[in-house]
């Protein structure tokens, strides 16, 4: 499912312009995008939370070139669905 189709089914069942939903849904992702730069993580009850994760230095290999490189600590965005969100989708059918 797209964006496009989010915001028609939206748009089908509320009966609210698509153009209205369209912003609506790209300012709540704007929002979001917002919050975890910031390092604010974002919570949804029943449905889920938009965290920031760090990610440890590590140690890499460059295989084609043979060499060692180390990959310094950094932050990247992750989901993590409510029990309730889970549950739904594996009782999906």
Not at 37 to 59: A, M
Request: charged share 30%; aromatic share 6%; hydrophobic share 40%.
């Amino acid at each position: 499912m797209t964006k496009a189709d989010i915001v028609s089914e939206i748009s089908k069942t509320t009966g609210i312009d698509k153009a209205c939903v369209l912003e609506t849904v790209e300012k709540f992702m704007e929002v979001v995008k917002e919050s975890l730069g910031h390092g604010e993580n974002v919570y949804l009850r029943g449905f889920g939370s938009f965290i920031v994760k760090t990610r440890s230095e590590k140690t890499a290999r460059n295989i084609s070139k043979n060499t060692t490189i180390i990959i310094p600590e950094h932050k990247i965005p992750a989901f993590k669905p409510a029990k309730v969100f889970m549950e739904d989708v594996k009782n999906a059918k």
